[in-house]
């Protein structure tokens, strides 16, 4: 398992009966997990002491419950700047995990010794394209919000890179790769965090299990002749590692050579020194790294 324990702002605490008790930077939050399938004591004064309690419903959805939490904060990670406001369906902005992917691709861009070209799809608030153009890369993200795409840029003002080398585009992201391949673009490397399920401008469904390897055999033409890296993240259950592993080798290796490598991700829980699963991460490079 690959494990975003990197943190100094962040930081799972505990685990129990579907939730998970966690810090972000001063404040505490319980959010539910569908991970959690223990009953554990809750032992903890933080389950006690909570700042926000995203409360699941039964009839589906769920709502917030505030206590001395600001409408907005931020938390830093490798010198990057994320704001943070919980928002719908119990998210805050930001997925952790998510780091140790930043960690690796940003390691492959500082080592690749030329300019790299990278592509975010499905981008959300800009956590992979802060890391890569930090990085120095050039990166152009994509997401169909125009929302998600305003609080990327804030990040990236926050993160001292309101100038850097960053095209903010808010588009439907398989309308944008059509386009690409119509009009020759090429990257360097392609980054992808696609939804279990959402529709298109025009009422299209897109349903991953059925999308996502067209999506990806779609997205490797518009891969350079040097491509440096691919990544698909996933965070529906019937998309296991050796599931990812397939499709890319299936789609990428038979064209470019190279290297597949997918595990699950996962945080630290600090209360224990056990590891709480957060969804998967197919990697391909051009080398084995």
Known sequence: MWIADNWKDYEVIDTSSGEKLERWGKYLLVRPDPQVIWNTPKNNPGWRNKNGHYHR????????EFFNLPEEWSINYNGLTFNLKPFSFKHTGLFPEQAVNWDWFSDLIHKAGRPIKVLNLFAYTGGATLSAAYAGASVTHVDASKGMV?????NAAASGLKDAPIRWL???CVKFVEREIRRGNHYDAIIMDPPSYGRGPKGEIWKIE???????ELTSKILSDNPLFFLVNSYTTGLQPAVLTYMIETAIVSRFGGHVESSEIGLPVSSNGLVLPCGASGRWTSKKN
């Open 57 to 64: 419903s039964t009839k589906g959805g769920g709502e917030w």
């Open 150 to 154: 305003n609080w990327a840029k804030e």
């Open 170 to 172: 808010v588009d439907d």
């Open 210 to 216: 059925e999308s996502i390897f067209p999506f990806i």
